[in-house]
Nanobody
């Protein structure tokens, strides 16, 4: 069993930056594709970013491409989401996700583990 715990959310002004972290328990972290999703009030959960188990491959949602960067440190069992040039429309609860299948499968919603979520609020 893997537990995911997010941190780093908060309130930031438009144009600012935040870095989210997701710490995973267990010794199999390096075998999981990892990703971030977000959900704004009244909207469906949206794919944000994903990274392969070794970190060589990444993929981003269209709305964050060029502004967000996903990375992972398998020695620390942690995945990160660096968010720059934040916009009010980035306001949402951000969820860390882990998948035993491929990164592509994770992007399609094949998720084995979810974190509890962390709130990100961007003021205009």
């Amino acid at each position: 069993q893997v537990q995911l715990v997010e941190s780093g959310g908060g309130l930031v002004q438009a144009g600012g930056s935040l870095r989210l972290s997701c710490a995973a328990s267990g010794r199999t972290f390096s075998t999981y594709a990892m990703g971030w999703f977000r959900q704004a009030p009244g909207k469906e959960r949206e794919f944000v970013a994903a990274i392969s188990f070794g970190g060589a491959a990444t993929n981003y949602g269209d709305s964050v491409q060029g502004r967000f960067t996903i990375s992972r440190d398998n020695a620390k069992n942690t995945v990160y989401l660096q968010m720059d040039s934040l916009k009010p429309e980035d306001t949402a609860v951000y969820y860390c996700a882990g998948g035993q299948a491929s990164m592509t499968a994770l992007m399609r919603g094949v998720i084995n583990y979810w974190g509890q979520g962390t709130q990100v609020t961007v003021s205009s």
